[in-house]
């Protein structure tokens, strides 16, 4: 499917499919075309070529409230004059539904969602996590084929997001309903998913697990975006195999295993996770194990207890790099200024020839 504003292709020639009763998550950038794409799966904007299937049935001309779908905005969009019950038994009484029976599947929702007796709660008397699962239980009493969430978390403060995301997670597979999930937030999407799709620019770079994307991005904006990575721009100075020596402007060479046919010579990217590399204060470690190493000056160092990591400075091309520290407590006594060796094994970083 596509759809175009003027010269501007908001989504690009799109063609995927969704397992059913799975969590696919839509990752990207503001911009990419992520917000476009789920309204025109909910039917609220019209795609300019392509079919929508939901459940084997063509969508298209099916206006929003004719389709087996749900929709979880970012600001939930709860009543506030309206009591918790009101809430998630709207949709059932805007359908006709007996007010008995209303009650009785409120009831029931409400006690998989984990809010029992909250009927006749106010809006404004729940937390943020509590809005969201009542938001979330509005839409699956429906019992729709579909659920779409719109960056559902991105109103809540990091600790509740944290919370909500392991929620989440439970609440899809307690169900089995088939999420459709949209997300700036790459840790959202890679512990929520079981697949998930990377957009850019209106197209998907590519589409698989959490884990192949992280640990076989086959694009170097997959492997910039997904996760943190030192980037290093060069050229391919040997091909062996497939290994690339990248020497980068700045004097830097390092080896890479090369993702997709690179030639000698070429423009490339190298990219290294901070924790595959590997800290010492005596490059000996390194060369005992037969692995690249470098020298290098402690210019900063981030405590985030097992997330810290440490900022060095190359020693003879400057070049700056992140290296995640050990959760051992080994590095405790690192100090800025100080002199330590880095290395890793050159099948773990990957090299892209660079984009035009």
């Given at each position: 499917?596509a759809?175009?504003?003027g010269?501007?292709?908001a989504?690009?020639?799109?063609?995927?499919?969704?397992?059913?009763?799975?969590?696919?998550?839509?990752?990207?950038?503001?911009?990419?075309?992520?917000?476009?794409?789920?309204?025109?799966?909910?039917?609220?904007?019209?795609?300019?070529?392509?079919?929508?299937?939901?459940g084997?049935?063509?969508m298209?001309?099916?206006?929003?409230?004719?389709?087996?779908?749900?929709?979880?905005?970012?600001?939930?969009?709860?009543?506030?004059?309206?009591?918790?019950?009101?809430?998630?038994?709207?949709?059932?009484?805007?359908?006709?539904?007996?007010?008995?029976?209303?009650?009785r599947?409120?009831?029931?929702?409400?006690?998989?969602?984990?809010?029992?007796?909250?009927?006749?709660k106010?809006?404004?008397q729940?937390s943020?996590?509590?809005?969201?699962?009542?938001?979330?239980?509005?839409?699956?009493?429906?019992?729709?084929?579909?659920?779409?969430?719109?960056?559902?978390?991105?109103?809540?403060?990091?600790?509740?997001?944290?919370?909500?995301?392991?929620?989440?997670?439970?609440?899809?597979?307690?169900?089995?309903?088939?999420?459709?999930?949209?997300?700036?937030?790459?840790?959202?999407?890679?512990v929520?998913?079981?697949?998930?799709?990377?957009?850019?620019?209106?197209?998907?770079?590519?589409?698989?697990?959490?884990?192949?994307?992280?640990?076989?991005?086959?694009?170097?904006?997959?492997?910039?975006?997904?996760?943190?990575?030192?980037?290093?721009?060069?050229?391919?100075?040997?091909?062996?195999?497939?290994?690339?020596?990248?020497?980068?402007?700045?004097?830097?060479?390092?080896?890479?295993?090369?993702?997709?046919?690179?030639?000698?010579?070429?423009?490339?990217?190298?990219?290294?996770?901070?924790?595959?590399?590997?800290?010492?204060?005596?490059s000996?470690?390194?060369?005992?194990?037969?692995?690249?190493?470098?020298?290098?000056?402690?210019?900063?160092?981030?405590?985030?207890?097992?997330?810290?990591?440490?900022?060095?400075?190359?020693?003879?091309?400057?070049?700056?790099?992140?290296?995640?520290?050990?959760?051992t407590?080994?590095?405790?006594?690192?100090?800025?200024?100080?002199?330590?060796?880095?290395?890793?094994?050159?099948?773990?970083?990957?090299?892209?020839a660079?984009?035009?």
């Open positions: 499917m759809k175009h504003y010269a501007f292709h989504v690009d020639d799109l063609s995927f499919s969704v397992a059913r009763g799975s969590f696919f998550s839509i990752l990207g950038p503001s911009g990419c075309g992520k917000t476009t794409l789920l309204r025109m799966i909910a039917g609220f904007l019209c795609p300019d070529s392509g079919d929508i299937l939901i084997g049935k063509p298209n001309g099916v206006p929003p409230n004719r389709r087996p779908v749900n929709m979880v905005f970012q600001h939930l969009a709860l009543f506030p004059m309206m009591s918790v019950g009101d809430n998630v038994g709207y949709g059932l009484a805007r359908r006709g539904v007996a007010k008995d029976e209303i009650q599947r409120v009831g029931e929702m409400l006690e998989r969602v984990s809010l029992p007796g909250a009927q006749n106010r809006v404004d729940l943020g996590g509590q809005k969201q699962r009542v938001a979330i239980a509005r839409s699956l009493v429906l019992e729709p084929t579909l659920l779409l969430l719109d960056e559902p978390l991105g109103a809540l403060d990091l600790k509740l997001r944290e919370h909500m995301k392991i929620e989440l997670k439970q609440l899809q597979a307690a169900f089995g309903t088939t999420f459709v999930y949209i997300t700036h937030d790459q840790s959202e999407a890679l929520l998913s079981d697949h998930v799709a990377v957009m850019n620019a209106g197209h998907f770079e590519q589409v698989g697990t959490p884990q192949a994307l992280y640990y076989e991005p086959q694009t170097p904006f997959v492997a910039g975006f997904v996760g943190a990575n030192n980037r290093i721009a060069g050229h391919a100075t040997d091909v062996n195999g497939s290994l690339v020596t990248v020497t980068s402007a700045q004097g830097l060479v390092l080896p890479a295993r090369a993702m997709g046919q690179i030639t000698p010579g070429a423009s490339v990217e190298a990219f290294v996770r901070p924790e595959v590399a590997r800290l010492a204060r005596s000996s470690v390194f060369a005992n194990a037969g692995l690249p190493h470098w020298q290098a000056t402690v210019n900063s160092l981030l405590f985030d207890g097992a997330n810290s990591a440490v900022l060095l400075n190359e020693a003879q091309s400057h070049t700056e790099f992140r290296i995640a520290l050990p959760q407590g080994e590095f405790a006594d690192l100090a800025v200024g100080e002199t330590v060796a880095f290395g890793f094994d050159p099948q773990r970083a990957v090299c892209f660079a984009q035009a």
